[in-house]
């Protein structure tokens, strides 16, 4: 009987202990992830496990950059136009709503398949 009463105890101890730490690390994330407005990442494509190329926003410009785990590096900075050109294709990629949503994707699919399925009776 003690030992039912001793793991009870370590159970909510160890619950106990969990939520705290989750609480602090919410606390904590407020003060290491503040938000920047004159430095945002706004495109980052990987390219291998490891490095990525990414275009960045640093105050009014626009830089293409390597990120690698070793160093990070501006390649290229975009000029007035090409900058036009990246964020009028990001406006319209967030504007278009041409692309299928997944659930008309899995009914049509289904539909197809029970259209076979009866088909083949």
Do not use: H
Request: positive net charge; glycine residues 2%.
């Amino acid at each position: 009987m003690d030992i039912f009463f001793s793991l009870i105890k370590i159970s909510v101890f160890l619950l106990i202990i969990i939520y705290l730490i989750n609480v602090s690390l919410k606390y904590l994330n407020k003060y290491t992830n503040q938000t920047n407005s004159t430095f945002r990442i706004l495109r980052k494509i990987a390219v291998s496990k490891t490095s990525s190329i990414g275009i960045v926003q640093i105050i009014d410009k626009y830089y293409v950059m390597s990120f690698s785990e070793q160093k990070n590096e501006i390649l290229k900075e975009l000029t007035e136009e090409e900058a036009g050109k990246f964020l009028a294709s990001i406006e319209q990629v967030s504007r278009s709503k041409n692309a299928p949503e997944f659930s008309d994707i899995l009914r049509k699919v289904t539909k197809k398949l029970s259209n076979k399925k009866g088909s083949s009776k």
